[in-house]
């Protein structure tokens, strides 16, 4: 409440008492997103692990996720990672259900922590931790970068508001519409769908739901990116007098 300047957010308003409930779930996804993209990282360094892109930190230029599936070599306590993951997107998904049906993108957010729980889910009890990890650090260090804008709107100075923008945009760009449909989705078709296929072992009809929640999540990455370069722009119009 104190930090909330009076001039856009009056004293005893609700208006600033709905600022201050946000930033107090902004700051609870901050320190669940940094200490996700810690633990992960940490997982996954380890010397057993062999699927950890260069792109991402690690030493391998080109990982295989289904190397002698179902029987992968997975790093110690991934799987713990993996039961505590399922637990705060399951409240995710219930807190979304329950008390926020009234914001204007309700479809698209719970649609989104839907399919986040079920891609968790399944590579969880399909023995495919190997390539649902990675899609999990790319969009925790990403939630972490859009966390810190959030926090900053009309609470700091422009300088910083743009700052956090830009390293959201850029980190969007990198690791959700790029590194996410090229290392991800299209890896997963190579190893599993293409003619030199080297996975001859999977379930095809759980791996076929796998790879269109995976698609889907994808496409809700490029809407949610034009709303942030639509919302730039309504900003930029808003600042010049032009509405």
């Not at 999990?136 to 966390?147: E, G, I, S, W």
Request: glycine share 4%.
């Amino acid at each position: 409440m104190r930090i909330l300047p009076q001039k856009k957010f009056p004293l005893n308003s609700e208006g600033r008492r709905s600022k201050a409930e946000m930033l107090g779930e902004r700051i609870f996804r901050l320190v669940i997103n940094v200490t996700c993209s810690a633990l992960l990282y940490k997982i996954l360094l380890q010397e057993d692990c062999d699927f950890l892109h260069t792109y991402l930190g690690g030493n391998i230029d080109v990982p295989l996720y289904y190397k002698n599936y179902p029987c992968s070599n997975i790093p110690d306590y991934l799987y713990d990672f993996y039961v505590f993951k399922l637990s705060y997107h399951m409240y995710e998904l219930v807190y979304c259900l329950a008390y926020q049906r009234r914001r204007p993108d309700f479809l698209e957010y719970a649609l989104h922590h839907l399919m986040t729980w079920s891609l968790i889910f399944f590579s969880y009890s399909l023995s495919m931790a190997r390539l649902g990890c990675i899609v999990m650090l790319v969009h925790d260090v990403t939630d972490l970068a859009v966390t810190l804008f959030k926090m900053t709107i009309d609470i700091t100075p422009i300088a910083i508001q743009a700052l956090t923008y830009v390293q959201m945009l850029v980190s969007w760009v990198y690791f959700r519409l790029w590194f996410f449909p090229v290392h991800n989705i299209y890896h997963l078709y190579w190893e599993c769908y293409s003619d030199g296929k080297i996975c001859p072992n999977v379930n095809y009809s759980m791996l076929n739901m796998l790879f269109a929640f995976i698609a889907g999540l994808f496409c809700l990455h490029v809407f949610w990116f034009y709303l942030m370069l639509q919302g730039l722009l309504k900003r930029c119009r808003s600042k010049a007098g032009f509405t």
